[in-house]
């Protein structure tokens, strides 16, 4: 029985591993095919990372 539910994890596991991979790769095929997409997310990480920089930082 325990060997079963390894093997049932393990390819849940694999499952899984190979939805992202391929939700990843029709991302990458999204931002190529649409280049305001593309700018759009650059901008969005430029303006998250200097949010990020400019934000105080807390005292501990």
Request: hydrophobic share 65%; net charge positive; aromatic share 12%.
């Amino acid at each position: 029985m325990k060997l079963l539910f390894r093997i049932f994890a393990a390819a849940l596991v694999f499952a899984g591993i190979l939805t992202g991979c391929l939700a990843m790769l029709l991302v990458v095929i999204l931002l190529v095919r649409f280049p305001p997409l593309l700018i759009a997310v650059l901008m969005a990480c430029w303006i998250f990372s200097w949010l990020t920089s400019n934000t105080e930082k807390p005292d501990r």
